[in-house]
């Protein structure tokens, strides 16, 4: 049987090899850029084809960077973006047929397609938008839920959760070298005179990236885990998102350090003296940096508020309200702006306005209600002291949906649900080894 399921993967590789062979060809012909996208995908192929982990180690460590400000492209309505969210999916559906996948996750991404179909049968799409809209969108929020279904080892998934720590270091080392070769600015300078950090992505997208890794490390030191690695990464990661100077992601994290804060405190409160050395420590380095950049924060603040979010809100929800039950159709927000506000506002910065314009409240309720299913599983995986931190990077994620785009931007969903199908599947019930003292042996075992 091994033989044969061995035969008939090779033949499938080789068919695989030959049709991508015959794409990139044309491709070359026409299209010389997606050509030579096509070859690296190709090559990523043959690696996959030997160890597919490996790829997909490449995969997670991509979200680091924003594909769209490296590469602008628009091929046949779609841009590099898009381009790159097939690539992904070009790899993760050979990974669920040689590994199978997560059924129990598989609910988000049925959500989605729902979406789908009822763009075109129930909801009312404005004249602006093509046929092919829907399905543009479908494609750019299906893929991030592809990845909660990969059925990868723990051992895989453990090494996934170290890639995961790294992300925002990784768009800093790309970032560099794209500088010192020309192509772009790891600084932006904006018109009110603030500097922001932001690596090979832009700052908000950087900001992101410090948000679920930050998230992935302390929770990593709570499972006692590389815990003076992930210190050191929690701090760097801390410096590199204040000098973003995005406000979004500081909020966003109060509720997990709070329930840091908490638990060394209680560890305190029991005898551990310890435990508040790192808690000092780490405060007065965050302390220092927020202060060391205060300046750049009120300067934004005045320029900006809320960055004209309110406006957005509004307009968006009043539109919204026009077709309230099944929405307007998957990426009809994207439409919407009619230049009554900011031209920047292509979507209301609010995800769940967002999906109430597109889906309506039975899209809308739908969907969220798949995504509150995958965090009662995974919530119910852990182990007692991992879950507050769980429950703390949820209510940061929930609140961080107020106010910008985080399931519909690739660099925060994509790692997130990758963090959420790796926990859960690294995750037991079973809590790490309390810590202790170690006892002391009985007399009569010493006189032995």
């Known amino acids: 049987m091994q033989k044969a399921a061995f035969f008939a993967s090779s033949k499938l590789g080789a068919l695989y090899l030959v049709f991508a062979s015959v794409f990139i060809i044309s491709l070359a012909i026409y299209v010389p850029i997606v050509a030579v996208m096509a070859l690296m995908a190709l090559i990523l192929l043959g690696v996959y084809m030997k160890h597919p982990s490996w790829v997909y180690f490449v995969v997670v460590g991509t979200f680091s960077l924003s594909v769209d400000k490296i590469l602008k492209m628009q091929v046949m309505g779609f841009d590099s973006s898009s381009f790159y969210k097939l690539l992904i999916l070009f790899f993760i559906l050979p990974i669920f047929l040689r590994y ?52 990868f080892s723990k051992e895989i998934n453990m090494r996934i959760i170290r890639v995961l720590a790294w992300l925002p270091v990784f768009s800093l080392v790309a970032g560099f070298i794209m500088q010192q070769m020309g192509m772009l600015s790891i600084v932006s300078f904006e018109i009110s005179g603030v500097n922001r950090l932001q690596g090979a992505n832009i700052a908000a997208h950087l900001g992101m990236l410090c948000f679920i890794s930050i998230c ?35 909020i966003a994290l109060i509720p997990i350090v709070c329930m840091y804060l908490f638990d060394h405190v209680r560890k305190f409160a029991k005898g551990k003296v310890g435990a508040l050395i790192p808690v000092v420590l780490f405060m007065a380095a965050v302390t220092v940096m927020v202060f060391a950049q205060w300046e750049n924060y009120q300067l934004r603040q005045e320029s900006k ?65 798949a995504l509150f299913f995958v965090y009662l599983k995974v919530y119910r995986r852990l182990n007692s002291l991992v879950k507050p931190y769980f429950l703390g990077m949820i209510l940061g994620f929930l609140v961080y949906s107020f106010f910008d785009n985080t399931l519909s931007t690739m660099h925060l969903v994509a790692p997130f649900c990758v963090y959420l199908n790796s926990l859960y599947l690294t995750s037991s019930k079973q809590s790490p080894e309390p810590e202790e003292l170690p006892k002391l042996a009985p007399r009569k075992e010493i006189l032995q």
């Open 100 to 151: 199978g996948f997560r059924k129990e996750m598989i609910y988000p991404a049925l959500a989605v397609g729902y979406l789908f179909v009822q763009s075109y049968f129930l909801s009312d799409m404005p004249d602006k938008m093509s046929p092919i809209d829907p399905f543009k969108s479908f494609l750019g929020l299906v893929v991030p839920f592809l990845l909660l279904m990969v059925n």
């Open 305 to 369: 508020g809320l960055s004209g979010r309110d406006s957005a809100w509004a307009f968006f929800t009043n539109r919204a309200n026009e077709h309230p039950v099944f929405g307007q159709g998957l990426g009809s927000a994207l439409v919407a702006n009619d230049g009554s506000i900011f031209s920047g506002f292509v979507v209301p910065h609010n995800e769940y306005i967002r999906f109430y314009y597109d889906g309506g409240f039975v899209g809308a309720l739908l969907f969220f209600g």
């Open 216 to 250: 992935v490390c302390l929770i990593e030191i709570r499972n006692k885990h590389h815990i003076i690695l992930n210190y050191a990464l929690t701090l760097s990661h801390f410096i590199i998102l204040i000098q973003t100077g995005t406000r979004g992601p500081l």
